[in-house]
C-alpha cells in the first residue's frame, strides 16, 4: 500500500475510535448544562442553547446528591487507606519474610482469585447483619480492608528489593517494623501509588455489593444513588447526565492526572503467568 | 523479633480479613446452597431445613434458569470475542509506526474503563433512546428507520454487548499493545526483507507471538463477562421479556428481593462451577495448541 494512504488510514481509524470513544461522555457532559426537556426533542441538540446549571442545583438542593458523594468519597478513602495498610505489609510479608508455610498459603490465595466474590455475598450479608453493619458504611468497608489481588500486586513489586539492604539494617539491629517503615516503605512508592488509584476507582465504581448492604438512601453511594434515580426520573434526560457527570468526573480526574501509576500497575497486574 | 515471627504478624491482619469476609462466607455459600434457607429463616433460624441437592434440583427444573443461563452465554459467546477483536485492532493502530499522538489516543480509548458503569450505563439509555436517541438518529442519514434497542427483546441483548464492548475494550487494548511491543522487532525486519505484506506479518508473526497474551486476555474477560450485572440492572431491569436477565440478575432477584437465601446460592455456585471450567477448558485448549506449534 502506498506508504501516504496508510498513514492516513491508521490514523483515520484512530480518529474514529477516539470519537466512538469519547463522543458518549462529551454528549453527557452537553446536556448535562442543558435547560429541562431541551434534550428530549428530536434531532436531539448537540449543545446547549443557553448553558445552565439547573440540573446540578437541582441534583444537589433537592436529590441530596452532595450526601451520595460524600458518602462515596468516605468509603472509598477509608477502603483505600485502610486496604493499603493491610495489603502493603502482607505483599511485603510474602515477598521478603521468610515464614512457615509461606509458599503453600499464597498458592492457596492465588487459587482463590478464580472465585467470583458474588459467590461470597449472600452469606456476607448474613454475617454484616449479625454484626450489625447492614445499612451502614462500615458494611462496605469493614469486607474491603484487604485483598488478594492488592496483596499480589505488592508482593510482585517488593520482590525486586535487594535482601542485602534488609539483612545490613538487621545487623545494625533495627526491629522488623522499623526496617518495614524506614526502608521498605519508601521503596515501595510507586506500587503505593498504583495500588491507592486502583483501589480507590474499584471502591468508587463498585456497585453490587453496596446495592445490597446499604438499604437506606442516606448511606446510598453515588453509583447505588445514581441507579435509583434512573429509574425514578426515566425521562429527565438533562438531571441523569448531571448525576452521571458528578459520578464519573471525580475517578476520570484522578485517572487523567495518575494514568502513569495505572497502566503501569495494570500490566504488573495481568502478567502473572 | 525473628523473621518468621515478623512474617507471620504482618500477614495474619489482611489473612484474617480475607478469611472471614472472603472465605468463610464462600463455604457458608456451599452450606446455605443445601438448605431453604428463606424469609422465615430470616426471622427464626428453627425454620431452617436442610434439603441435601433440592435446590439444584429445583432449579435445573425452572425455565427462568435455564434462560439467565442462555443470555449469559450470549452475553459471553458473542461479547468477548468481539471485545477482544476491537481490542486487538486497536492496539495493532497504537503499536503502528504510522500513528501520530499516541498518547493522547492511548488515554481517549482507555478512558471508559475507569468511568462508573451505572453513570455510563445511562447516557447510552439516552443514546440508544427509540426517539430522541443519536444513535437512531444518526442511523436516519443512512435511511435505517428507528430500531428499539432496549425495547426489542431481539435487540436489548446486542446492545448490552456493544455497551460492554465500548466500556472495556481499553483494558485489554493496553495488555495487548504491551504484548505487542514485546515482540522482537528484527521478526518483522526479515519477513520485510522477505518481502511479506502486512496480513502475512500479521498471521505468521504477530499472532503466533501474542498467543500467550491472547491466552490471559480471554480468561480475564470471559470470567468478567459471565458476571454481567449491572448492565442490565440499569438498562432493561432485565427485559423487555427478561432477554437481558443474566444468572447474576436472576441470582440478585431471588436472594434479595425474594429472600431465597439458600436457592440464590446455589445459583452462585453454579455460575462459580460454570466459570470454573470454562476457564479450564480454555487453558487446555490454549495449551494444547501450543504443543501442537
Known amino acids: 500500500m502506498n506508504p501516504r494512504l496508510a498513514k492516513a488510514l491508521v490514523n483515520g481509524l484512530l480518529i474514529g475510535f477516539a470519537v466512538v470513544s469519547l463522543a458518549p461522555l462529551l454528549w453527557m457532559l452537553s446536556v448535562s448544562f442543558m435547560a429541562k426537556g431541551e434534550a428530549t426533542v428530536f434531532p436531539p441538540p448537540l449543545l446547549p442553547s443557553t448553558l445552565t446549571l439547573a440540573n446540578y442545583r437541582e441534583l444537589f438542593e433537592r436529590n441530596g446528591l452532595g450526601r451520595y458523594l460524600f458518602n462515596s468519597a468516605l468509603i472509598a478513602s477509608a477502603v483505600t487507606l485502610l486496604s493499603l495498610a493491610f495489603n ?5 510479608a510474602f515477598a521478603k519474610l521468610k515464614f512457615r508455610g509461606r509458599e503453600n498459603l499464597f498458592k492457596t490465595l492465588l487459587g482463590a482469585l478464580v472465585i467470583p466474590g458474588q459467590v461470597a455475598m449472600i452469606p456476607l450479608f448474613l454475617l454484616m447483619k449479625s454484626l450489625g453493619l447492614v445499612n451502614n458504611y462500615g458494611g462496605v468497608i469493614v469486607p474491603a480492608m484487604a485483598g488478594i489481588f492488592g496483596i499480589f500486586l505488592v508482593r510482585q513489586y517488593a520482590r525486586s528489593i535487594p535482601d542485602e539492604l534488609l539483612e545490613a539494617a538487621r545487623i545494625d539491629g533495627a526491629g522488623e517494623g522499623r526496617i518495614f517503615v524506614r526502608i521498605v516503605l519508601p521503596l515501595l512508592k510507586p506500587i503505593v501509588v ?34 435509583s434515580l434512573s429509574r425514578e426520573h426515566v425521562m429527565d434526560n438533562e438531571l441523569m447526565m448531571a448525576g452521571s457527570v458528578v459520578t464519573i468526573a471525580p475517578v476520570l480526574l484522578l485517572f487523567l492526572v495518575m494514568q502513569r501509576y495505572y497502566i503501569e500497575g495494570l500490566l504488573l497486574g495481568s502478567v502473572k503467568g | 523479633m525473628s523473621s518468621s515471627r515478623a512474617g507471620w504478624l504482618f500477614v495474619s491482619p489482611a489473612l484474617l480479613i480475607i478469611g472471614v469476609f472472603f472465605f468463610l462466607p464462600v463455604l457458608a455459600a456451599l452450606l446455605l446452597s443445601f438448605t431453604d434457607f428463606d424469609l422465615y429463616a430470616l426471622a427464626n433460624l428453627d425454620n431452617l431445613r436442610f434439603v441435601g441437592l433440592g435446590n439444584y434440583i429445583d432449579l435445573l427444573q425452572t425455565p427462568m434458569f435455564w434462560k439467565s443461563l442462555r443470555n449469559t452465554f450470549y452475553f459471553v ?34 478512558a471508559p474503563v475507569v468511568t462508573t458503569v451505572v453513570a455510563v450505563a445511562v447516557i447510552w439509555r439516552y443514546f440508544f433512546h ?35 464492548v465500548w466500556k472495556n475494550f481499553g483494558y485489554n487494548m493496553i495488555i495487548l499493545l504491551a504484548g505487542l511491543q514485546a515482540i522482537p522487532q528484527d ?8 518481502g511479506a505484506s502486512f496480513w502475512r506479518q500479521l498471521r505468521h508473526i504477530t499472532l503466533p507471538m501474542l ?76 495449551r494444547r495448541g501450543e504443543d501442537g506449534a
Open chain 1, 194 to 227: 498504583t495500588l491507592a488509584i486502583f483501589t480507590f476507582l474499584a471502591s468508587w465504581n463498585d456497585f453490587m455489593w453496596p446495592l445490597i448492604v446499604l438499604a437506606d438512601q442516606s448511606n446510598y453511594t453515588l453509583p447505588v444513588a445514581l441507579a
Open chain 2, 130 to 164: 427509540t426517539r430522541y436517541g443519536l444513535v437512531n438518529y444518526s442511523l436516519g442519514f443512512i435511511g435505517i428507520s428507528p430500531i428499539d434497542w432496549l425495547g426489542d427483546a431481539d435487540w436489548s441483548m446486542p446492545t448490552i454487548i456493544l455497551f460492554a
Open chain 1, 88 to 92: 502493603l505489609a502482607a505483599g511485603y
Open chain 2, 77 to 110: 459467546i458473542v461479547g468477548v470475542p468481539l471485545s477482544i477483536a476491537v481490542s486487538l485492532g486497536a492496539a495493532l493502530l497504537l503499536d503502528s509506526k504510522l500513528a501520530r499522538f499516541k498518547g493522547f489516543f492511548r488515554t481517549a480509548l482507555f
Open chain 2, 211 to 286: 498467543k500467550p497474551t491472547m491466552l490471559l486476555v480471554a480468561i480475564i474477560t470471559t470470567s468478567g463477562y459471565f458476571q454481567l450485572f449491572a448492565e442490565p440492572y440499569v438498562m432493561t431491569r432485565g427485559g423487555p421479556l427478561q432477554s437481558t436477565t443474566s444468572v447474576l440478575y436472576f441470582m440478585f432477584e431471588e436472594g434479595f428481593k425474594w429472600w431465597n437465601l439458600g436457592r440464590a446460592s446455589a445459583v452462585a455456585f453454579l455460575l462459580f462451577l460454570l466459570i470454573l471450567g470454562v476457564t479450564a477448558l480454555m487453558l487446555r485448549f490454549g
Open chain 2, 187 to 194: 521478526l518483522y525486519e526479515a519477513a520485510r526483507i522477505d
